[in-house]
């Protein structure tokens, strides 16, 4: 489930930023291209709820590196990705944000948004054999 949302991401950024801007999902050490996007899933908690549903709130941060370190520029880019990440579409998933916050440290920005999903599990119910009862009453 945490690769649907992370694809939804990578649609919705690329769909508003094409190919203007750079989307990573591992780590580059040296060499990645600006402006670009690295998105991580940060965490991910699963709590059961009624009968066989679960929810799994899924926290993503989605790292800014501006071509110039402007903080101005930055805060664009803020801005544009409360709009198109607010609701993410991965095939059949329709996901919205919540939560989300920014802020600006040694001159990245960070964006951070949770998806919430929530799944029915199928589970194999045991079924009740026949029961054969044989009564009498009494008088009495």
């Known amino acids: 489930m945490i690769e649907n ?3 939804a991401i990578l649609q919705s950024l690329n769909a508003e930023f094409g190919d ?3 989307l990573y ?5 040296q060499g990645f291209d600006k402006p670009c996007f690295f998105i991580k899933c940060i965490t ?3 709590s059961k709820r009624i009968f066989s549903s679960y ?4 926290s993503f941060v989605i790292s800014y ?4 370190n402007k903080k ?3 805060e664009n880019v803020f801005r544009r990705l409360y709009f198109i990440l607010e609701i993410v579409k991965d095939g059949e998933y329709i996901i919205r944000g919540h939560n989300m916050n920014t802020e600006i440290v040694d001159g990245v920005g960070h964006f951070m948004v949770d998806y919430v999903l929530c799944e ?11 029961l054969n009862i044989e009564s009498e009453v009494n008088d009495g």
Do not use: G
């Open 44 to 46: 991910s908690n699963r």
């Open 55 to 58: 929810e799994q709130v899924n």
């Open 25 to 29: 999902t591992e780590n580059v050490k």
């Open 120 to 130: 029915k599990v199928q589970s194999e119910s045991i079924k009740m054999k026949k």
């Open 72 to 74: 101005a520029d930055i």
């Open 20 to 22: 203007d801007v750079k």
């Open 65 to 68: 590196f501006s071509k110039n």
């Open 5 to 7: 949302v992370k694809n």
